[in-house]
């Protein structure tokens, strides 16, 4: 959520999209039986043996590892893009397959020198393990080629391992074919919500992924040894197994494990209409109406009041109204304005991060801290919750144990909203997607961002621009159709062109867009293959640039996201 001045996200995101079907196209060539791995000290278990890394970026490391006990770590610098190549031996005439597996900052992975056409793949900053993979024909007289990993100038370092070059043999010799690994061992149900188990199992080695069954049919894949399977009915027993992948193969199933759902406890949201309206509350005059929470429109239920500030404790927030910028407006006006608007139904929380909030929950100190001071806000101000705007990334695994604590010392009644931008919802994967997914139970509703945006893959894999139904519609299919209910699902849209440096829309495309996904109407080109009737609502930066536009905005959605049925 923008904190003046705004970013502009449209040419890199544009980027990302373009690297991912890059990406998921090189995955078609796959190698056949007879092929074997032309590189050499792929796993870089030999150090930097076979390899070579320019001004001495490259090192291996015992973590991350995919694979194995070591992996590569490219350093980029201000000159240099810490890139790492070595020599292949291979046949002319013949295709091949370059793949490896990639994490951190920047990446690139390509082969030079193949006598027709080089080919590369790229992937931005990944938190967890991704494999990239392409494919390349040698020339007729083409005997070595050259392959690479590398990152970008300036940017973070990156992690590489499991490099291989398959293909028919070049006559130089490579790392030896993996075999199929063992059947995972130790497989136990680590916790249950009502829409969830949780599943961890022990370390296969020779392993480089996992797929997690249910009931004998395949419902998630992961590089780590544990998995959360969702979507899954309240008070429900289930069977579930794993299995053991690599390049030669998957094990055969783990022994079976039955986890049972908990008593459905409805999510987190208190007394909210089954349809609502989000609108966050300007606590800074940026040339929009200034307003008091008093003055905020009757047709938002839930205000989010941005933003909290950072404190000099690690993940610990304060609030600090701006009394000055906000005319006068004083600390004991506000809490009794909180107060009017929830005796008139609505929910005030308050919002962590905006474009440029620092707030970074990295450990278990910092995720007490965090769960601590928001609580003590609530208790100081009367906020009903917390609304999670960090658009600097986040950690799942502490953001995840911050909101359990807090919802511990809240209750039933806490509000939870999430504000992602929409890269980080392109993938359950992604931190802020697993987060929302790990805390389903206590979840209220998830508002991504469908502005300043470039162009973005839709849950049919095909790319779509903002500012269309189909940006909408197409992008919010993979929440629902990722593990999220459709009552946590929201359309988050500026209220004006002035709210966002990109991606606006009318009301009337909002609206189209609520009912092309609760009814199956007013669609543009994609149509979801389901309905969800349950769908949250909507969501908008701001209710002050609403007002300043005539509360335009949220005079035409807010009557259509309650009349949704």
Not at 339 to 351: D, M, P
Not at 458 to 468: F, L
Not at 479 to 488: D, H, N, T, Y
Request: charged share 10%; hydrophobic share 35%; aromatic share 8%.
């Amino acid at each position: 959520m923008p904190r003046p001045p705004r970013r502009r996200w449209a040419g890199a995101l544009a980027a990302v999209v373009t690297a991912s079907v890059l990406s998921l196209a090189g995955l078609a060539g796959q190698a056949q039986a007879a092929d074997v791995n032309n590189a050499k000290n792929g796993g870089y278990e030999s150090g930097l043996s076979n390899w070579t890394c320019t001004a001495g970026s490259g090192t291996t490391v015992s973590s991350p590892v995919h694979g194995g006990s070591a992996a590569l770590k490219g350093t980029p610098a201000g000159q240099d893009n810490a890139q790492c190549t070595q020599a292949v031996a291979v046949k002319p005439n013949s295709t091949y397959t370059l793949s490896a597996w990639l994490q951190g900052g920047y990446a690139y992975l390509g082969v030079t020198g193949t006598g027709t056409t080089d080919v590369s793949t790229w992937t931005p900053d990944s938190a967890s393990w991704k494999q990239l993979s392409t494919t390349f024909t040698t020339g007729a007289s083409t005997t070595s080629v050259t392959v690479y990993t590398h990152g970008w100038y300036g940017q973070a370092p990156y992690y590489a391992d499991d490099l291989s070059v398959f293909g028919p043999d070049g006559g130089g010799g490579g790392d030896p074919a993996p075999t199929i690994p063992a059947a995972p061992t130790g497989l136990t149900v680590s916790s249950t919500t009502s829409s969830s188990v949780s599943l961890s199992w022990n370390t296969v080695s020779g392993a480089t992924g996992y797929n997690v069954y249910q009931a004998g049919t395949k419902v998630q894949s992961t590089t780590g040894t544990s998995a959360t399977v969702s979507s899954l009915s309240a008070s429900t027993s289930y069977s579930f197994q794993v299995t053991a992948t690599n390049a030669a193969g998957e094990s055969a199933k783990s022994t079976a494990v039955t986890g049972t759902t908990t008593a459905s406890s409805g999510g987190g949201g208190g007394t909210l209409p089954k349809h609502a309206v989000t609108g966050y509350w300007q606590n800074f005059n940026n040339g929009a109406t200034v307003q008091k929470i008093s003055g905020v429109q009757s047709q938002y239920d839930i205000i989010a009041v941005a933003f909290a500030d950072a404190t000099g404790t690690p993940g610990a927030v304060t609030f600090n109204l701006d009394s000055a910028g906000l005319g006068g407006y004083t600390v004991d006006q506000f809490k009794a304005d909180i107060k009017a608007k929830q005796a008139a139904g609505k929910k005030v929380v308050i919002s962590i991060g905006g474009q440029n909030g620092t707030v970074s929950i990295s450990d278990s100190t910092s995720a007490t801290n965090f769960a601590n001071s928001v609580y003590s806000l609530m208790q100081t101000y009367g906020f009903d919750g917390v609304d999670i705007d960090l658009e600097n990334g986040l950690n799942a695994t502490y953001m995840t144990q911050a909101l359990r604590s807090l919802s511990s010392k809240a209750g039933s009644s806490l509000i939870i909203t999430m504000a992602p931008q929409t890269i980080d919802m392109q993938s359950t994967s992604n931190a802020y997607f697993q987060t929302a997914l790990n805390i389903k139970d206590i979840l209220t509703v998830v508002n991504m961002q469908y502005y300043n945006s470039g162009s973005m893959l839709g849950c049919d894999g095909k790319v779509y621009s903002q500012g269309s139904v189909d940006f909408l519609t197409a992008l919010a299919c993979i929440q629902l159709q990722g593990g999220l209910a459709p009552s946590q699902v929201g359309l988050g849209l500026p209220a004006s062109t002035s709210g966002a440096g990109s991606g606006y829309v009318s009301p009337s495309v909002v609206n189209n867009a609520l009912d092309c996904l609760a009814k199956g109407t007013n669609c543009g080109s994609f149509k979801p293959s389901k309905t969800y009737p349950d769908l949250r609502g909507a969501m908008t930066w701001s209710t002050n640039w609403d007002a300043a536009a005539g509360n335009a905005w949220s005079n035409s959605v807010g009557p259509h996201v309650h009349g949704l049925g």
